[in-house]
């Protein structure tokens, strides 16, 4: 009798009984043909046609609005090199212009003039020309290497070569014109801090005088040079005595003398034979009649509103800290305000100022030898500062070493307490306290 389970497995295999058997699927070999052989042809080639889509056509996946940022921006950029370009061209024009009116006197004055070397006239020149045309050609464009660009604003040039003077520097400060932006900053800051004071295009000369020391600045090239330095330095022909004296426009004598040392040990005075706008600052009367001669008045009088300052020195500008601070350094600085215009004609009003200045130090080297009653007072106050000085320094010393002693002690003291158990430590700082209290009894009794 058949069970369950054999009538489960009947059925089982049933369902398969009218299944086909499955056949193999047929394999047909595929032989290439020469065209077909051939490698993948590249994108673009003529015998395959490219479909172009948006990605290519740049004008259909794109609108103007996707370029607003670029427009806000652009023109910005535009303007601000624009700003750039021009006032850069602007401050080198009118650096030139300085070096176009100025480049006579200091040639005349001095042997060498501004960074490039010169090679001067050659023999085939003079013979063609005659040796003053040819000198005269020659540095006919000197005025565009005199000058030497240390930034958008500041030009610097340097002269060397003359008699009683060691060397001279000048330096022009004109407005960033490259940068509208901070210039008006500082004018607005200028107009509400009355500490600042309004930007303003200037030149400042500063000349260095040899005072007899010829022989410690002049490299010389050859023995009868190095001679010739040598009788000059022992004549000291190019020496003269020590003084601080300055002619100031009254509007930046305040500032002068609060931030100059130098001059802070003059005393101010106004001189009849000067403009009213003008101020005396000297350390002695003697000396201003000297030095004010009548071409300086004149001088001063025909540059009107463009003369800043005249300064004959030997002191530091910044306050010595230390004796050696305090050796005299003899110099000559000048300070102009530029004219509003770029040519050479608007500088000829303060051109008689300039001469004046480079040929100030023989003036000195012939006149500025004054009695001994007015150097023993100048020295007297030179001598009075130094004193000063060390005693500051030698305060500075001493509470110095009275703050190593007494960390000193305290070291001694923390050490001596380490050893100690704390029955100790608590009466030997009992015993401190009592000396403590007598010793302020001591100061309060003598104080009595």
Request: net charge neutral.
């Amino acid at each position: 009798m058949a069970t369950r389970e054999d009538l489960t497995q009947v059925l089982d295999f049933a369902d398969f009984a009218g299944a086909p058997d499955p056949s193999p699927a047929s394999i047909v070999p595929v032989t290439p043909l020469a065209a077909t052989a051939q490698g993948a042809l590249p994108t673009g080639h003529p015998g395959i046609p490219v479909v172009y889509t948006k990605w290519y056509r740049v004008w259909e996946r794109t609108s103007p609005r996707d370029f607003y940022s670029e427009a806000i921006i652009l023109p910005f950029m535009i303007l601000i090199i624009s700003l750039h370009v021009w006032g850069r061209r602007i401050n080198k024009a009118k650096a030139k212009a300085w070096a176009a009116a100025h480049a006579p006197s200091l040639q005349k004055e001095y042997a060498v003039v501004g960074f490039a070397r010169s090679t001067g006239p050659d023999a085939e020149d003079v013979q063609a020309s005659g040796l003053a045309k040819s000198i005269t050609s020659h540095d006919a464009g000197l005025p565009d290497q005199i000058l030497k660009e240390r930034s958008g604003q500041e030009y610097l040039t340097y002269a060397t070569g003359r008699q009683n003077v060691a060397f001279t520097d000048v330096q022009l400060t004109l407005f960033k014109r490259y940068n509208p932006a901070t210039l008006v900053v500082e004018f607005i800051l200028s107009f509400i801090f009355d500490s600042l004071r309004p930007p303003v295009e200037k030149m400042d000369v500063t000349t260095y005088t040899f005072d007899g020391r010829e022989k410690e600045l002049v490299p010389p090239m050859g023995q009868e040079q190095k001679d010739s330095i040598e009788t000059q330095a022992r004549s000291k022909s190019s020496a003269y005595d020590q003084f601080v004296w300055a002619i100031v426009h009254k509007e930046v004598m305040k500032a002068m003398r609060d931030d100059r040392y130098d001059l802070s040990l003059t005393s101010t005075r106004e001189h009849a034979k000067l403009p009213v706008w003008t101020a005396v600052m000297s350390e002695s009367a003697e000396i201003t009649e000297t030095l004010l001669t009548p071409d300086l008045i004149k001088a001063i009088e025909d540059a009107g509103d463009a003369f800043e300052y005249l300064i004959v020195t030997d002191q530091p500008v910044d306050k010595p800290q230390t004796l050696d601070d305090t050796k005299p350094h003899k110099r000559l600085s000048l300070s102009l305000r530029l004219p509003s215009g770029s040519d050479t004609a608007a500088y000829s009003s303060t051109l008689p100022l300039f001469n004046h200045f480079l040929r100030l130090p023989d003036q000195l080297a012939s006149q500025a030898h004054f009695r001994q009653e007015i150097t023993r007072k100048i020295r007297t106050v030179r001598e009075e500062e130094q004193r000063k000085i060390t005693k500051a320094s030698d305060e500075e010393l001493a509470e110095k070493k009275k703050k190593e002693s007494e960390k000193k002690k305290k070291e001694i003291r923390d050490n001596k307490m380490r050893g100690m158990s704390a029955d100790e430590q608590r009466k030997f700082l009992d015993r401190e306290r009592e000396r403590e209290g007598k010793r302020n009894e001591k100061k309060m009794s003598r104080k009595a």
